[in-house]
């Protein structure tokens, strides 16, 4: 049986590589006091393009490596991996907060004025049946336009963010959305943000571009704090591993995230 949850124990977070910066900032602004252990999938990455089946065999390695370092709770920011395992990973280690994330489909219908709402995400989440549940009890009666950009992730993978290329792919994935009416824009993948610029740019400052990173980690704190296991006192630290090369890793945490953080190699067995 495992033993009780500590206050001073981490928290596990993952994604396919950085897309999980965007929401590892919030978490870290709401959670300044807690250890963060946080790993890129990066010898699996990109997941929108793989099988669930892989996605959740993944999963099920990294939350066991999670658990192996006394994880108090396991942090998934990343949409395609929440659809494929979330409810496997919460029935494969009960008791254990497990914190998946959504599309903010439900804020994105109550929104909409034209009826008709873009979804922006990879194939494998557009895919689920964990996605197909949610627009059927968020979005009724809202015209979800489903647009993936599986190529998006690499972009922001290999550190382009704002480049011609980078403004061409969005533009080609927008026009069909605000063409058919789209006044409301959601971001279905956490690599999406770190692309505002050129989604700005293309479609002007006042139509809403939706993400749930703050939303998400407002409930890793609502669940550490019903376990009673918030760090109550100390300074918080945040510690990078990838599965594969951990140096573009350093790069890219400066880049995004103009911090410095520790980084080494997720151990072998978990790769």
């Not at 602004?29 to 999938?41: C, G, H, K, Q, S």
């Not at 989604?199 to 139509?207: F, I, K, M, S, T």
Request: hydrophobic share 45%; aromatic share 6%; net charge positive.
């Amino acid at each position: 049986m495992r033993p009780p949850f500590l206050p001073h124990a981490p928290i596990g977070i993952y994604d396919s590589g950085v897309g999980g910066f965007s929401v590892l900032a919030d978490i870290q602004r709401l959670l300044p006091r807690e250890r963060l252990l946080y790993v890129a999938d990066t010898a699996h990455v990109p997941y929108g393009e793989k099988t669930a089946e892989y996605v959740l065999a993944r999963a099920c390695r990294l939350a066991d490596f999670f658990v192996s370092r006394g994880a108090k709770a396991i942090a998934i920011p990343c949409n395609t991996a929440t659809a494929a395992a979330v409810a496997q990973l919460r029935a494969r280690h009960p008791g254990l907060p497990i914190i998946g994330i959504e599309p903010a489909v439900k804020p994105a219908a109550s929104l909409t004025r034209s009826g008709v709402v873009g979804v922006l995400a990879t194939s494998g989440t557009l895919a689920s049946a964990r996605f197909a549940a949610l627009m059927a009890r968020e979005a009724p009666n809202a015209r979800v336009l489903m647009q993936p950009c599986p190529e998006w992730v690499t972009l922001v993978e290999r550190g382009e963010l704002d480049t011609p290329a980078v403004q061409a792919s969005v533009d080609r994935a927008l026009t069909p959305l605000l063409a058919q009416g789209a006044d409301v824009l959601v971001l279905g993948c956490t690599h999406f943000p770190f692309l505002q610029a050129a989604l700005r740019r293309r479609v002007g400052p006042d139509l809403p571009i939706l993400e749930t990173g703050a939303a998400f980690a407002r409930q890793l704190q609502r669940r550490l704090a019903e376990q009673g296991t918030l760090r109550p006192s100390g300074i918080g630290r945040c510690v990078l591993l990838a599965s594969g090369d951990p140096a573009p890793l350093r790069a890219h945490a400066r880049a995004l995230l103009g911090q410095a953080f520790p980084v080494g190699a997720l151990p072998a067995d978990y790769c």
